[in-house]
């Protein structure tokens, strides 16, 4: 069972400033996150949701506690080390697109794979791919400043999963959007998560907890409510989530659930 788990939170605290100035985000926060939830996130502002989700994309630090991300506990690891485990396990798609105004949106999409090992052309193809899963190869010359603001943040889920990673951490990211676009963005993220892909995502919208798998609500730096609506062994299993053909010579820079998962089928047909 314990092989589903894919992230553990215990007793995280997270202090900001001493004194008159301290404020907890987050208190004595405790959670398991399995492999294939969809989690929305909400609650009040200044709650500790960004906080939350920061620490889970080891954007930053608890003061206290302990953070186990796929059984290695990572909440003392070097700086270098988290950055590796980041750009490895983890996509961020954020409220305002973050994307680089000045570089084509191809580019942008391109950026995670940076540090991977892959050529510069094989980064563009890959880039390219995850591009045309959301229609928009036309434009893969194009700058931010041309699209939409829906159309961006498709650019920004596309470099979320180009280095195919398995926890997809979204904060906000229907909150500059309206409603046709958000309900696009929602779909393409309904349709990463049923490939077997943990999400993370923060909204203030109720409306689209219909997405989620998994309902918490914070209050003060806690959790006050937290509701599962789909059960644990009906969750979305890892399938061919993946948009880019690897050559076998590369290294993978991700671990492949999917190839894993085709390979036992295998194995278990021989049987
Ligand atoms: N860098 C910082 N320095 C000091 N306090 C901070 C810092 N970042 C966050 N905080 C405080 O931590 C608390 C939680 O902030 P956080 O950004 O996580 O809230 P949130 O739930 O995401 O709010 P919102 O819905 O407005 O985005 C707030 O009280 C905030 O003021
Ligand atoms: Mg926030």
Do not use: W
């Not at 270098?80 to 396990?89: E, G, I, T, V």
């Not at 434009?139 to 398995?166: D, F, K, M, N």
């Not at 989620?212 to 061919?240: C, E, F, H, W, Y």
Request: net charge positive; aromatic share 6%.
């Amino acid at each position: 069972m314990s092989e589903n788990i894919l992230i553990e939170l215990k007793g995280l605290t997270k202090r900001y400033g001493y004194g008159d100035t301290e404020t907890f985000a987050l208190k004595d926060f405790d959670l398991t996150i399995k492999r294939g939830e969809f989690i929305m996130i909400m609650g009040p502002s200044g709650c500790g949701k960004t906080t939350l989700l920061d620490i889970i994309g080891l954007l930053d630090r608890a003061t206290h506690g302990e953070y186990i991300l796929g059984g290695e506990n990572v909440a003392g690891i070097s700086s270098r080390r988290q950055a590796k485990l980041r750009a490895k396990k983890i996509g961020f798609v954020f409220q305002n697109f973050n994307l680089i105004e000045d570089l084509p949106i191809i580019e942008n999409v391109a950026l995670p794979l940076v540090y991977t090992g892959y050529t510069k052309t094989s980064r563009l193809k890959q880039a390219s791919r995850a591009l045309g899963r959301f229609h928009l190869q036309e434009r893969e010359y194009y700058y931010p400043y041309q699209l939409s603001g829906g159309q961006q943040q498709r650019v920004a889920i596309a470099r979320a999963i180009v280095g195919s990673p398995e926890i997809i951490l979204a904060d906000e990211p229907t909150g500059n959007l309206d409603s046709r676009s958000s309900h696009i963005v929602m779909e393409e993220l309904k349709s990463i998560h049923e490939e077997g892909n943990t999400i993370i995502m923060v909204t203030h919208n109720p409306s689209l907890t219909t997405y989620a798998t998994r309902v918490i609500n914070m209050l003060d730096g806690q959790i006050d409510t937290d509701i599962k609506t789909v059960a644990d062994s009906n969750l979305p299993q890892p399938v061919s989530v993946k948009i880019k053909k690897r050559k076998k010579k590369s290294t993978p820079a991700i671990e492949l659930p999917a190839k894993k998962s085709k390979k036992r089928q295998k194995s278990r047909r021989k049987k």
